[in-house]
């Protein structure tokens, strides 16, 4: 059973995690934290400092801007922490890093499966289409989405980037700038409005023909579902740094 201390409880992917877990047979949900409290069928902390629970793994859904006090916490307590929050700078990542030297860390910018799988597809298609094919990235969501592009799209971005012999310049938008498309670019295009939950397209486009990768999440469930499988998966691993190749490869 994999006890979850769970930040950022109150917010939308925290309701989200707390359901998925309620019906989760080999984990439960020992305590929260929000800065706004609140009630959610378990304690539930608006500081640190109080928390005092036996717990085997956290999972992080808050802000940025908590991450620090919350490493902090995890290091103290020798706890294992899933990372899922988005819009973290590069410090932040080194954060995540140097903390991977003390206690296990897992941290994706995306939790579905399916969306780590289309960045498998697209490295591959990108490594066999270099130099032919111009790529091209399009990222839709929710009209309370504040960081654009999405840390999904960067990181579908990096790893076609990691797939190339040479190493591209990434493009925001095009209305800036009136040239042609220089080969060695990724597009990168968001999209707000609306409900959209997240979609992702991943365009190849080449002399006569385009080939396109897509994902669509249809609800916020896929993500839930992501962060409590890798809870679970890291409350078993030794200090270290994970992401959703690692899960993956675990579950192959």
């Not at 991450?67 to 916490?73: E, H, Y």
Request: aromatic share 6%; hydrophobic share 40%; glycine share 8%.
């Amino acid at each position: 059973m994999a006890k979850i201390i769970l930040s950022g409880c109150m917010g939308r992917m925290g309701k989200a995690i707390s359901a998925i877990v309620a019906e989760t047979e080999d984990a439960e949900i020992v305590c929260g934290f929000d800065i706004a409290g609140g009630d959610c069928g378990y304690p539930v902390y608006s500081d640190y400092a109080s928390v005092s629970v036996d717990a085997d793994v956290i999972i992080d859904f808050s802000h940025p801007a908590n991450l620090n006090k919350l490493l902090s916490f995890a290091k103290r307590n020798d706890l294992p922490i899933v990372v899922a929050t988005t819009g973290l700078t590069e410090d932040q990542k080194k954060e995540l890093s140097d903390a991977s030297k003390i206690i296990p860390v897992f941290f994706s910018a995306n939790m579905s499966l399916g969306i780590n799988l289309l960045i498998r597809l697209a490295k591959q298609a990108a490594k066999i289409l270099e130099g032919s094919f111009d790529i091209e990235i399009i990222e839709k969501h929710h009209n309370k989405k504040i960081d654009a592009p999405s840390g999904t799209a960067l990181a579908i971005a990096d790893g076609i980037a990691e797939s190339l012999s040479n190493k591209p310049e990434y493009v925001y938008e095009r209305h800036s700038v009136r040239k042609p498309r220089e080969k060695q670019e990724i597009g990168l295009h968001a999209v707000r409005g609306g409900t959209i939950v997240g979609e992702h397209e991943v365009l190849f486009a080449g002399p006569d023909e385009v080939i396109s990768l897509s994902h669509s999440a249809q609800s916020r469930d896929v993500f839930a579902q992501g962060a409590v499988r890798a809870a679970k998966f890291l409350s078993k691993k030794s200090v270290g740094f994970y992401s959703m190749d690692d899960l993956f490869s675990d579950l192959v």
